[in-house]
């Protein structure tokens, strides 16, 4: 227990010199844990909030009860404070925060607008503001779809500088009427510029004034007998209604808007999040935040809003089914608005993304039942002492010794936590391709680098009794007092449903055919074996960049790539000429002459 009276006093000696300013506080235990991180447009108003216990849920009083010290971090304004903020949470986890698990960026449609020849391209990563994004979108597949149509309607190019600068004849996406071919001169710099400008009109919403420009070009086209040109306007025509024809009425005003809706069921909470851009569906995503217990429903909103938009590309205004308390320093932080609405096609947005989320809710907790069954049986069959926190799979994937790696995936009783994924380049054992040798060396280094927060409750591995015996051997000076190490074997003829497990100590065994229990090992050995095949074909097509190009002084990446792709290969590169080698954007006369001469000499 904790004394509350203790924890008070601290804070209260804390308030009487905390800045009167935005900035970030921290609230720490005697023994230098974070319990939480907070920010506030005035940290000293924010704080004197906690020293009313009795108006604080028992979880802050609980959080209030171990106060020792506090830290304040004074910043220049409401942003700074989030991202700050966002920042010292990911870093320390502290256990009274909401903790947002899941935090991906999402991708992107960019136009490289300061190019003379502009391309189109998916994008995922940090932006730069001299380029033209659209998004986000919630999935790879919902902006493909996006492109597909860009394509149709407005024919940019979406191959990289590279290829457009060495392609000698048109590709195959002009041949099916998805690029101008302003490679290879097929279109004029002003024509492509004038595709680009309705592009980007397009994806910002401005289609109608769009379609009637487009009407008019095709008609004056007609009227002057230029047929072909007035064909391509007709497909870009039927291409936009097409799109216009698929548009929900609920959102097809909407130009820039993302939808929030929070549902709580069963102890457990899940925020749906709707991406409304110039009046298209960009997909929707659920999120379900942890370390929510004690907390009310617009605290867990409150934080989960500062954590997700502290990193993506805000919306001109989000929608909420509840309002924040810090809803103006929320608006002014992030530079948008926070609006509910009661009546009218988005109050029906938040209705469909609240069903949607109960949906996601719902099936996140018949998953997790399956598992924590899933996790009895396995308890129960393999008589574990109790039911398994984490369990790790191992597996090597290698071509005759070469390219070979070691995977780790990991799953819980939520699932496959794909964050804790590892891979291992085989240092060791390159020569022998003894896979024996290869597991060992995977679990000696991940057993080097164990702390108490990440080890293994159950460790399985692909492979029968001498897989086992080998790890046994590897980890002989490490406690495995209360690790369980499994190994599972194909069955006869490779007949998945039938495998063997191998225990130290134990008869080998099988478990009942087509079991809930079996299917589940089957998937999680599967799933080892999908990200150790991956990771293996990864590397492999990396090193097919590798070349004697890797050896020359004042090559990198870029010219590297740059040469392969003009000459085809590094002995074409060995056979070029001075000149012929000038030709490859970037390379001057002198890289040319250091080229040649390490070829030649």
């Not at 490679?183 to 004034?209: H, M, P, R």
């Not at 004056?220 to 306007?233: H, P």
């Not at 229990?517 to 097919?544: C, W």
């Not at 740059?562 to 001075?578: K, N, R, T």
């Given at each position: 227990m904790f004394d509350s009276k203790i924890g008070l006093e601290n804070l209260l000696r804390y308030i009487k010199i905390a800045p009167e300013c935005a900035g970030v506080y921290r609230m720490i235990s005697e023994y230098d844990e974070v319990l939480y991180v907070g920010k506030a447009k005035n940290i000293k108003k924010r704080i004197v909030a906690y020293s009313r216990l009795d108006k604080l849920p028992l979880r802050l009083q609980q959080m209030v009860a171990q106060i020792s010290k506090m830290e304040f971090i004074v910043v220049e304004n409401e942003s700074r404070a989030l991202l700050v903020e966002n920042e010292l949470i990911k870093k320390y986890k502290p256990r009274y925060n909401i903790l947002l698990k899941d935090d991906k960026t999402f991708p992107h449609l960019m136009i490289d607008v300061c190019s003379e020849y502009p391309s189109l391209r998916k994008y995922r990563g940090a932006k730069n503001d001299k380029n033209k994004y659209f998004g986000p979108f919630a999935s790879a597949m919902a902006v493909n779809s996006v492109v597909d149509v860009v394509q149709k309607a407005f024919l940019l190019r979406s191959?990289?500088?590279?290829?457009?600068?060495?392609?000698?004849?048109?590709?195959?996406?002009?041949?099916?009427?998805?690029?101008?071919?302003?490679?290879?001169?097929?279109?004029?710099?002003?024509?492509?510029?004038?595709?680009?400008?309705?592009?980007?009109?397009?994806?910002?919403?401005?289609?109608?004034?769009?379609?009637?420009?487009?009407?008019?070009?095709?008609?004056?086209?007609?009227?002057?007998?230029?047929?072909?040109?007035?064909?391509?306007?007709?497909?870009?025509?039927?291409?936009?209604?097409?799109?216009?024809?698929?548009?929900?009425?609920?959102?097809?005003?909407?130009?820039?808007?993302?939808?929030?809706?929070?549902?709580?069921?069963?102890?457990?909470?899940?925020?749906?999040?709707?991406?409304?851009?110039?009046?298209?569906?960009?997909?929707?995503?659920?999120?379900f935040p942890a370390q929510t217990e004690g907390a009310d429903d617009v605290e867990i909103l409150e934080a989960f809003l500062s954590g997700f938009y502290a990193t993506q590309v805000l919306p001109k205004e989000i929608i909420v089914d509840l309002l924040p308390n810090d809803k103006e320093f929320l608006e002014q932080a992030l530079g948008t608005k926070i609006n509910i609405y009661k009546k009218g096609n988005k109050a029906s947005l938040l209705k469909m993304a609240k069903e949607n989320a109960k949906s996601a809710i719902e099936q996140k907790v018949a998953m997790m039942a399956s598992v924590k069954n899933n996790l009895e049986e396995l308890k129960?069959?393999?008589?574990?002492?109790?039911?398994?926190?984490?369990?790790?799979?191992?597996?090597?994937?290698?071509?005759?010794?070469?390219?070979?790696?070691?995977?780790?995936?990991?799953?819980?009783?939520?699932?496959?936590?794909?964050?804790?994924?590892?891979?291992?380049?085989?240092?060791?054992?390159?020569?022998?391709?003894?896979?024996?040798?290869?597991?060992?060396?995977?679990?000696?280094?991940?057993?080097?680098?164990?702390?108490?927060?990440?080890?293994?409750?159950?460790?399985?591995?692909?492979?029968?009794?001498?897989?086992?015996?080998?790890?046994?051997?590897?980890?002989?000076?490490?406690?495995?007092?209360?690790?369980?190490?499994?190994?599972?074997?194909?069955?006869?003829?490779?007949?998945?449903?039938?495998?063997?497990?191998?225990?130290?100590?134990?008869?080998?065994?099988?478990?009942?055919?087509?079991?809930?229990?079996?299917?589940?090992?089957?998937?999680?050995?599967?799933?080892?074996?999908?990200?150790?095949?991956?990771?293996?074909?990864?590397?492999?097509?990396?090193?097919?960049?590798?070349?004697?190009?890797?050896?020359?002084?004042?090559?990198?990446?870029?010219?590297?790539?740059?040469?392969?792709?003009?000459?085809?290969?590094?002995?074409?590169?060995?056979?070029?000429?001075?000149?012929?080698?000038?030709?490859?954007?970037?390379?001057?006369?002198?890289?040319?002459?250091?080229?040649?001469?390490?070829?030649?000499?």
């Open positions: 191959c990289r500088d590279n290829v457009f600068n060495n392609r000698q004849r048109p590709c195959l996406m002009y041949q099916i009427k998805r690029c101008s071919a302003p490679c290879v001169g097929k279109i004029s710099t002003e024509d492509y510029q004038k595709l680009v400008d309705d592009a980007i009109a397009f994806l910002e919403g401005k289609n109608s004034k769009l379609q009637e420009e487009l009407y008019k070009q095709m008609n004056s086209a007609s009227e002057k007998q230029d047929y072909e040109t007035a064909l391509v306007l007709r497909d870009r025509i039927r291409a936009l209604t097409n799109i216009q024809s698929k548009q929900n009425v609920e959102y097809s005003n909407i130009k820039s808007a993302d939808v929030v809706a929070l549902v709580r069921y069963k102890n457990m909470v899940c925020i749906q999040v709707f991406f409304i851009r110039s009046g298209q569906n960009c997909g929707n995503v659920p999120y129960n069959a393999f008589e574990l002492n109790s039911i398994p926190k984490r369990i790790e799979v191992y597996d090597n994937s290698h071509n005759q010794g070469s390219y070979a790696i070691g995977a780790m995936i990991v799953a819980t009783s939520d699932g496959f936590d794909k964050k804790s994924y590892r891979t291992f380049n085989i240092k060791n054992t390159f020569e022998t391709r003894d896979d024996f040798a290869m597991m060992k060396e995977v679990l000696q280094r991940r057993f080097l680098k164990m702390t108490p927060e990440n080890k293994p409750d159950v460790i399985l591995l692909d492979g029968g009794r001498g897989q086992l015996n080998a790890v046994y051997e590897a980890l002989k000076e490490f406690d495995l007092s209360d690790i369980t190490i499994i190994a599972i074997s194909k069955g006869p003829d490779r007949n998945a449903g039938k495998e063997f497990y191998h225990m130290l100590g134990k008869e080998s065994f099988e478990l009942e055919y087509r079991s809930p229990l079996a299917f589940y090992l089957q998937n999680l050995r599967d799933e080892a074996h999908r990200f150790a095949i991956g990771t293996h074909r990864q590397k492999r097509a990396k090193s097919m960049f590798v070349s004697k190009l890797d050896d020359i002084e004042g090559i990198g990446t870029k010219r590297k790539k740059d040469l392969l792709a003009y000459f085809g290969s590094a002995e074409e590169v060995a056979q070029a000429s001075v000149k012929n080698l000038q030709k490859v954007g970037g390379i001057s006369k002198k890289t040319a002459e250091k080229i040649y001469k390490y070829f030649h000499n």
